[in-house]
């Protein structure tokens, strides 16, 4: 059965702190790896990720995938009140001849002033 | 244009009504889907379009019927809901080859929120 564990499940910060989010899957063929963002409404996408090893930064967030350990960490720095959300990691992945996400339970992180 | 909009934002039904929620995109993306969450939890995928062909069904009631008329254009009709059933309802595309982004990355809408009484 496809798994995605996310973890911690919330995390509250003061602004200005950094924190590391945690992803591990074990998924059918495996293709790539994508980091959402949910406010009140829809996600929003952040990265999307397919080579291990490699970095992808945009502003205070960066992401990187190990397809070894099966696992992949959301670095957000610099934390602002506006960072306040949950976060979504989903492996994009085939359990017959259709690819499709499935979404980890997310992250719900809480800055505060 | 790299949105996707769906109607209506907020609908309410009773079990026996008919109504149908609308998604639409213009980024030339041939995969369309359709997700339903629950509050607190992550998105539930139910449904795959892909090139206007049902690809994907996860075991969706039959009460929940969808249809894909054009590549922009994905409708959810629904009938006979439940008071379970009552949830936000996003739809998302994704491209292929020619389109706006990659095949994976999927965009998405607003969502619809649906109150079943």
């Known amino acids: 059965e496809d798994k995605v564990v996310q973890s911690p499940l919330s995390l509250v910060v003061h602004e200005g702190d950094t924190v590391t989010l945690n992803c591990s899957y074990e998924v059918t063929n495996f293709r790539s790896l994508l980091w959402y963002k949910q406010e009140k409404k829809a996600p929003t996408f952040l990265f999307m990720l397919?080579?291990?090893?490699i970095e992808k930064k945009s502003g205070r967030l960066s992401s990187i995938l190990d397809k070894k350990e099966l696992f992949s960490i959301l670095n957000i720095t610099a934390t602002q009140t506006g960072d306040s959300a949950v976060y979504l990691c989903a492996p994009y992945h085939s359990g017959g001849s259709n690819y499709k996400l499935t979404f980890g339970k997310g992250t719900l992180l809480t800055v505060n002033p | 244009d790299t949105e996707v909009t769906q109607t209506p934002k907020h609908l309410v039904m009773g079990m026996t009504n008919k109504k149908s929620l609308k998604c639409e995109q213009h980024?030339?993306?041939?995969?369309m889907y359709w997700y339903k969450q629950k509050a607190k939890k992550p998105p539930e995928l139910m449904f795959v379009?892909?090139?206007?062909?049902?690809?994907i069904n996860e075991s969706v009631p039959s009460r929940f019927s969808p249809e894909c008329p054009n590549s922009s254009l994905l409708n959810l009709h629904l009938h006979a809901l439940q008071p379970e059933d009552s949830a936000l309802y996003l739809c998302?595309?994704?491209?292929?080859?020619?389109?706006?982004?990659?095949?994976?990355?999927?965009?998405f809408g607003p969502g619809t929120r649906l109150t079943v009484l």
């Open positions: 379009y892909s090139y206007e062909k049902l690809s």
């Open positions: 998302a595309s994704s491209g292929l080859a020619g389109g706006h982004g990659s095949y994976n990355e999927q965009f």
């Open positions: 980024m030339g993306h041939r995969a």
């Open positions: 397919t080579s291990s090893g």
